[in-house]
């Protein structure tokens, strides 16, 4: 099992209706260039992978993937910034569950900047939520960045246990019951 983070833009209607947070994760074929690496990646998830919704930086929920990504010619209805695609990925989620309390990824930054530093240089993991920029004479121990452009990011145990323990003890079950510990991936 994998934990994904969908980054989503903010926008209130997620694409519209039908198209929602928490309901799928969309994202055009190919850029405006007709390039098509950055949005392989939502063809990774498999079935049943929880996925941990961000909108505008806030950790909102917490969904799974009930349907592997398909295209399709058929978009959102308000496709914002991607109104140029004329095809789309579409990765479908189910069992979505709103926090109670949202946490802030900068939040989340600030309280483990250490562990989640130690992640990516010890692990390099590939897709991962933040960029590390390395220490300078304004940042002596680096800065952590949302990873830009990332839409759909591969999340690692050790970030899993900094969300887990940004949260309250209430929201904490919601997360609880769909990621399992660290010790047992």
Same mark, same amino acid.
């Given at each position: 099992?994998?934990?994904?983070?969908?980054a989503?833009?903010?926008?209130d209607?997620?694409?519209?209706?039908?198209?929602?947070?928490?309901?799928?994760? /969309?994202?055009?074929t190919?850029?405006?260039?007709?390039?098509?690496?950055?949005?392989?990646?939502?063809?990774?998830?498999?079935?049943?992978?929880?996925?941990?919704?961000?909108?505008?930086g806030?950790?909102?929920?917490?969904?799974?993937?009930?349907?592997?990504?398909?295209?399709?010619?058929?978009?959102p209805?308000?496709?914002?910034? /991607?109104?140029y695609?004329r095809?789309?990925?579409?990765?479908?989620l189910?069992d979505?569950?709103a926090?109670?309390?949202?946490?802030?990824?900068?939040?989340?930054?600030?309280?483990?900047?250490?562990?989640?530093?130690?992640?990516?240089?010890?692990?390099r993991?590939k897709?991962?939520?933040?960029s590390?920029?390395?220490?300078?004479? /304004?940042?002596?121990?680096?800065?952590?960045?949302l990873?830009?452009g990332?839409f759909?990011?591969?999340?690692?145990?050790?970030?899993?246990?900094?969300?887990?323990?940004?949260?309250?003890?209430?929201?904490?079950?919601?997360?609880?019951?769909?990621?399992?510990?660290?010790?047992?991936?």
């Amino acid at each position: 099992m994998q934990v994904w983070i969908e980054a989503a833009s903010g926008r209130d209607d997620h694409g519209g209706v039908g198209w929602e947070l928490g309901r799928c994760i /969309w994202c055009p074929t190919h850029n405006r260039l007709g390039r098509t690496q950055k949005y392989g990646i939502i063809n990774s998830p498999c079935l049943g992978d929880p996925v941990i919704n961000c909108s505008a930086g806030m950790i909102v929920g917490i969904s799974r993937v009930c349907r592997l990504a398909e295209t399709t010619t058929s978009g959102p209805p308000n496709p914002g910034v /991607w109104d140029y695609a004329r095809s789309f990925f579409r990765l479908n989620l189910d069992d979505y569950v709103a926090c109670e309390t949202r946490v802030s990824l900068n939040d989340v930054v600030k309280r483990f900047f250490s562990r989640i530093r130690e992640d990516i240089e010890t692990n390099r993991p590939k897709y991962y939520l933040f960029s590390l920029y390395p220490p300078s004479e /304004w940042n002596p121990t680096g800065k952590l960045v949302l990873a830009q452009g990332r839409f759909l990011a591969r999340s690692t145990a050790t970030l899993d246990a900094c969300i887990m323990e940004s949260f309250t003890k209430k929201d904490r079950g919601a997360f609880e019951s769909r990621i399992k510990p660290t010790s047992q991936r």
